[in-house]
Each structure stands twice: as C-alpha cells, then as structure tokens.
C-alpha cells in the first residue's frame, strides 16, 4: 500500500466503510481517483483493512493513496480543517467553504435506497458538517460535486443535476436509480466507467433469482 503524505491544496478523503471492497465501490474510487488526479487534488481512501486485498482496477492507479489509518489518526492535529459531507447537516457547503477546510471527507458507503444513514458513524467523530442540496447522491458524485463547489467555486445549486434517472436495462426493462447525478456537457448523467454494465449484470442477476 502507497504511504500518504500530506501535500498542499485540497484533500478528498473517503473512509472505507464496509469490510469488503465490492465492485461497484471499486469503480467509484477508480474514478475519484482519476479526476482527482487530472484536477490536481488528492485523493485518500482511508480505514482500508490491512487484510483486504484490492481489486485489479485499483491497484497502481496514478492518484490514488491507500490508508489502513483511519481520518482520526491521520490529521488527529488538522480536525479543525476536516469537513464531513453529511446529507443530515443544516448548512449546505458553499464555495468559501474551501477557504475553511483543506479536507473534506465522505462515507464509502454504498447508497441505499430508504437512506441508512451510515454517515454518522463519521458525524459522532465531531467533524463540521455541511449538506450538498437534499438529494442522496453516489459517493463518487459527492466527491464530484464538492470539487466542482470548493475547487471551481460554483454555488452547489448551481450544478445541473439528473435526479433519480430511469436507466434501460435490455429491450423491455428499466431501472430507476435513487440517486442525483452531475449532468455532463453532453446531457448525459456522469458515471463511473463499467457501472452501466455492472447495474446491467447486477439487475440480470436478480431477475435470475426471482426464477
Ligand atoms: C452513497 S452516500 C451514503 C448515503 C447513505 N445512504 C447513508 O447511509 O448515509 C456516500 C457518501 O456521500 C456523501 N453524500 C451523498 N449525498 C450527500 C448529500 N446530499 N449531502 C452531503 N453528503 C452527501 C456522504 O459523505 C455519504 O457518506
């Protein structure tokens, strides 16, 4: 596993939640990592169990850290830096938000659909909170859009968004995702590379179970 050092500029930290590493997040933090890189920020994947192996597509990735330290330890001297992105804070994050925070953090969590609320096993650790809009969104798109406000300084409602965008499995069959996605320059909802094909395969299988 690659050692983090802190390097000037935003940080992007995502703590690894779940004891296993499933191909869905996999494809997340593939692309956190890539944009993190071509925009010059940095990106953390943190609380990463030292007896977890990492999937193939992770794996000598440019941008990508690897911690087995969770945000507690790593910047136990920055907390006051450290903002948690939090669907239950009261303030949504706003672009003089990057003047405050050099770290922002996020649950690598996969979404569900009623909400869990699995982000407050970060909020018990006491870290300023701040909301982006009401919508549940993917991890790789809270990330995204947390760039595009503190990097970019675009007001977080200013973005344009897809809501919850039905999405064409095969012929006859369509899918409604929970989520709020980054509309591109193309009009199409911006997702990871290989997420279409593994909901494809993922809503195929279930089908088969229905069986
Ligand atoms: C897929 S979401 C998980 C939401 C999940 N249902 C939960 O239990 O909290 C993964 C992470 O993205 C961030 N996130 C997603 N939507 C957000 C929003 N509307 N406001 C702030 N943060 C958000 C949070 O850091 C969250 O932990």
């Not at 703590?15 to 953390?44: M, N, R």
């Not at 507690?72 to 939090?86: M, S």
């Not at 009261?90 to 969590?109: A, H, N």
């Not at 709020?180 to 990871?192: A, F």
Request: hydrophobic share 35%; with cysteine; proline share 6%.
């Amino acid at each position: 596993m690659a050692n983090f050092n802190t390097h000037a500029g935003k940080t992007f930290v995502v703590e690894h939640l779940d004891p296993e590493l499933e191909e869905w997040s996999s494809l997340e933090y593939h692309t956190i990592a890539t944009e993190c890189h071509a925009t010059g920020a940095q990106f953390l994947l943190s609380s990463v169990p030292r007896s977890l192996k990492l999937p193939q597509n992770l794996q000598q990735i440019n941008g990508l850290h690897v911690e087995t330290r969770g945000i507690e330890e790593i910047y136990a001297e920055k907390k006051d830096k450290v903002c948690l992105l939090d669907p239950a804070a009261s303030k949504d994050l706003s672009p003089e938000d990057g003047d405050t925070f050099d770290i922002f953090l996020f649950g690598g969590i996969l979404g569900d659909d009623p909400p869990r609320d699995r982000t407050s096993e970060l909020r018990k650790k006491g870290y300023q909170g701040r909301r982006l809009g009401p919508v549940q969104m993917t991890t790789d798109t809270a990330v995204r859009v947390t760039r595009i406000v503190v990097q970019d300084r675009v007001p977080v409602e200013k973005i344009p968004y897809i809501d919850h965008p039905e999405l064409q499995i095969n012929k006859n069959e369509s899918t409604q995702m929970p989520f709020r996605y980054v509309k591109g320059e193309d009009g199409r909802l911006i997702m990871p590379e290989g997420m279409m094909d593994l909901i494809i395969k993922d809503s195929e299988k279930g089908l088969d179970d229905l069986l």
